[in-house]
């Protein structure tokens, strides 16, 4: 199936072709897509697209009416997808600041301690 989400990504070059979540979902699984299913039917979908995008797959997405899936053919067509993921990530990180009564600042330094410690174990592996 991941093989297949790609062949037809790769059918869908730059923000002006995208291929819409239900037509690729569609396309993937032979599923006819029911309206008010449409988001429990598109799991399989969206963790192949984050698989594809994990190994290096430069799939970005165009929200909205019109938008959808494609694969970008330089660094100008993902900075939108970029934008999003960093816009989610800090909300997440927001969050979880809130709920740990500490500021934002000392959540990243935390992490950036945590990421160094990770990183100086392995390199002594």
């Known amino acids: 199936m991941k093989a297949r989400a790609l062949e037809l990504l790769s059918q869908h070059q730059g923000p002006d072709d995208p291929i819409s979540m239900t037509a690729l979902n569609a396309a993937i699984t032979g599923e006819t897509v029911i309206p008010w299913r449409r988001y429990d039917q598109s799991r399989i979908t969206r963790s192949l697209i984050t698989e594809l995008r994990q190994e290096g797959h430069a799939i970005a997405h165009k929200p909205g009416a019109g938008?959808?899936?494609?694969?970008?053919?330089?660094?100008d067509e993902?900075?939108?997808t970029a934008a999003w993921f960093r816009k989610r990530a800090m909300?997440?990180?927001?969050?979880?600041?809130a709920l740990r009564r500490i500021?934002?600042?000392a959540l990243i330094e935390q992490y950036q301690l945590e990421l160094k410690e990770e990183h100086s174990t392995h390199a002594q592996d």
């Open 67 to 75: 938008g959808g899936y494609y694969m970008a053919r330089n660094e």
């Open 78 to 80: 993902l900075k939108d």
């Open 91 to 97: 909300s997440s990180l927001r969050q979880e600041a």
């Open 103 to 105: 500021s934002l600042g």
